[in-house]
């Protein structure tokens, strides 16, 4: 796909409650991809409207990466009753596959970024029991980048 808008700043952007619904590593860089785009926020250097705006299809590209850990949580529950949580680490092979079959979407929530690594909190979501799982993805990278065509004036928060 061509885009027409890319940027590295990721200032005014915003990946909360976006799904991605395709994943891929393709020359270096996992990509992921956005059938229902990103925020982009009404601060936003790119975004005329004052609002804050989905855009249309989009992509994230992460540069030059290495994936540190992802993690799944789940539930222990004895009788209905939470005891506790089990962190389960998967490999990328997985998360990809499931993301591209569609037995999962990968959902962000809040990112937190240092230099050269960001952490995405996230939630796995599915068609079975239980539905959601909560999910963190770390990952090292010289750069994330972000295409898109167009904001979508309709598509506000």
């Known amino acids: 796909?061509?885009?027409?808008?890319?940027?590295?700043?990721?200032?005014?952007?915003?990946?909360h409650d976006c799904r991605a619904t395709h994943a891929y590593i393709e020359?270096?860089?996992?990509?992921?991809?956005?059938?229902?785009?990103?925020?982009?926020?009404?601060?936003?250097?790119?975004?005329?409207?004052?609002?804050?705006?989905?855009?249309?299809?989009?992509?994230?590209?992460?540069?030059?990466?290495?994936?540190?850990?992802?993690?799944?949580?789940?539930?222990?529950r004895l009788l209905r009753r939470h005891i506790g949580t089990l962190r389960k680490s998967i490999p990328i092979e997985k998360l990809l596959e499931n993301i591209n079959c569609g037995k999962w979407q990968l959902e962000f929530l809040y990112e937190y970024h240092a230099w050269r690594r960001v952490l995405f909190e996230c939630m796995i979501w599915f068609d079975k029991r239980p539905y959601s799982k909560a999910c963190q993805l770390s990952v090292c990278c010289d750069e994330m980048r972000y295409f898109w065509n167009r904001i979508c004036e309709d598509k506000t928060w």
């Open 1 to 15: 796909m061509t885009w027409k808008h890319n940027t590295s700043d990721g200032s005014g952007i915003s990946l």
């Open 27 to 76: 020359n270096g860089a996992l990509v992921l991809e956005f059938e229902n785009g990103f925020w982009m926020t009404a601060d936003s250097r790119f975004n005329p409207y004052g609002v804050t705006c989905r855009t249309d299809t989009s992509q994230l590209r992460i540069c030059k990466f290495d994936i540190q850990d992802i993690y799944l949580f789940d539930e222990i």
